[in-house]
Structures are given as C-alpha cells and as structure tokens.
C-alpha cells in the first residue's frame, strides 16, 4: 500500500485531476487548512486557541522555474508577517526544490535567506524541510551556512536514512534546531532502512541522542509507542518539558494532540495550505495507510 500511495503522489496527469476536482478536495480538507493564506490563518488561530503551536507550510515543490519560485518566497514571506502582525503562536516550513533548488542552487539560497533573514528580525523561525536523500547534502550545507549567519533557521533528519545518526550528531553541535521525523520518500536499500521496526528503532535511537544534546528538538510523530517511549525518556532523564516539543500534522490523530496538550507537554502542529496539495496528501495516507481506512469511512458518511 504504502509503495502504491507514494508511486501514484508521482503521476502528473492525476494530480491535474485531484487538484481541480471538488470531490477530491473535500477529502483533502482533513489534512489541508485551505487554499489561501487567510484561511490557513484563521485555522492557526483556532489551534492556538487550544494551546497548541503551529508552523505553516505553503504547498509546493519542485517548481519550473525562477519566477515560480520567487512567487513560492514572497508567499511565505507574507504568510511570515501575517503570523508576526496577528500575534500567532506559529513559525512557518519550506521545501527546498519549492524555492528553486532544481534550478538554481545560488538562486534557491538567496530566496531562502530572504525569508531567514526576515525570521531573524521578526524574532521568529524557518524550519526547512527535509526531501528526498537526493536533496539532504545539499540541504544540510544551506542551513548550516544560514544558521551561522542568521541563527533562525532549523531543518529536520529523517530516521530511516542509514546517515542520520552522523548528521544529527554534526547538527546537535552546531546547536541548529532538528524535527525529527520517520521519513516519507521511497528510497532505496542502498539508503534507507527498508522494515519499520528498524526504522523505529533509528527513530528512538536518534530521538533520545536530540533529547539529551540537541536544541529545543521536535519529536515529529502520531505512533503512540514512540510518543510513550519519548515520555518515558524524559521523565527518566529529568528533561524539563519545555525543553523540547511534539509535532504532528494538522488532522492527523487529534485525540493524541489533544492529550499532549491537556498533559502540557508543548505541541506544535504542521498546517499545511494552498492549491499544490495533492503531493502531500497522497505521502500523508502512505505515512500511515490507516488514513485510507479513514477517508473511506468519511466518504460513505457523506
């Protein structure tokens, strides 16, 4: 199921149809906050009504060319403000190829440290996604490189990459903020842990090197075994729990977020929002297939 899901988040001809049909975008409304900015604000501010963070990602990615991706930058640099001006407890996240990696690596960077550079005079912060292994060197040089200039970036490491353990421990030491997350590409063998239970165990692994030397580490999961195993790490170490934060995805698991969030552990959600949603979504139902189950069940009720 999940190798299914993640071919078909490929298929141009069918993205054209799931992003245009209303049937489809109906079902996508579970995982995505709308299609424009202020309906994406207006969700921000009901979750933090619930006492929970978000960060905003405006969908996209491997854009066509340089006037696509400087669009994709002004638009997270007015969600950015937007955030700041209506008091949002909220940071936002990006993709790389969103901002032009495939096309220019200099003009990716410059649209990139536009938006850091704003961060940093807002007092706010830029969570740069991870992609597929193909992008991660070059994603690690890009923060790295802003965060000794600018320090309001972070990025996030993916647990079923055999490489993780190395680049947490070099991002743990420059003290740059890491998501941690179980991974949602297709990779090969050659570079990734192929069974779940060896990419749970990266996870944990990972998980408690972050909590113990990271900076402020986000533990990016819904599986209630590595949430409980996180709890119990912490308590055993006496990490404060404002030291570190949960994130889960906007729609996804919410009687897990709202007991996080009753147990006052802090919580941040990742609102997604825009028209581009179809490749999300679709890596959304291959992360837990339980999802499909879900949907179907609502489309019945419908």
């Not at 819904?222 to 030291?243: C, L």
Request: hydrophobic fraction near 40%; include cysteine; charge should be positive.
């Amino acid at each position: 199921m999940r190798t299914l899901l993640l071919f078909l988040s490929r298929q141009k001809q069918l993205r054209k149809w799931m992003e245009t049909s209303a049937w489809a975008r109906r079902l996508s409304g579970r995982f995505v906050a709308g299609d424009t900015l202020p309906e994406a604000l207006s969700t921000c501010q009901r979750i933090n009504a619930e006492g929970i963070a978000v960060t905003l990602d405006h969908l996209g990615e491997n854009v066509a060319s340089p006037a696509e991706a400087a669009r994709s930058r002004d638009a997270y640099l007015q969600a950015l403000t937007e955030i700041v001006k209506l008091g949002i407890d909220g940071n936002v996240s990006l993709k790389l190829t969103q901002f032009g990696m495939d096309l220019s690596l200099a003009d990716c960077r410059s649209n990139v440290e536009q938006l850091v550079r704003q961060a940093a005079q807002l007092g706010n912060f830029v969570r740069v996604d991870m992609e597929s292994s193909a992008y991660t060197d070059r994603t690690l040089d890009l923060v790295t490189d802003l965060h000794a200039r600018y320090a309001a970036v972070g990025t996030v490491i993916q647990s079923y990459l055999y490489r993780s353990r190395k680049d947490v421990e070099m991002l743990c030491d420059r003290g740059i903020r890491v998501r941690l997350c179980k991974g949602a590409y297709l990779e090969p063998p050659s570079a990734a842990f192929q069974r779940k239970a060896d990419v749970d165990r990266n996870y944990i692994e990972l998980m408690n090197l972050l909590l113990e030397k990271g900076v402020y580490p986000a533990i990016a999961t819904h599986d209630e075994s590595i949430i409980a195993e996180t709890e119990r790490f912490v308590v055993s170490r006496r990490i404060p729990r404002d030291a570190f934060e949960f994130q889960m995805l906007y729609g996804i698991r919410r009687d897990i977020q709202r007991r996080l969030a009753a147990e006052g552990y802090r919580l941040r959600l990742y609102v997604p929002y825009g028209e581009a949603w179809y490749p999300y979504f679709m890596r959304r139902l291959a992360e837990r297939p339980a999802n499909v189950v879900f949907l179907a069940r609502n489309l019945v009720r419908r």
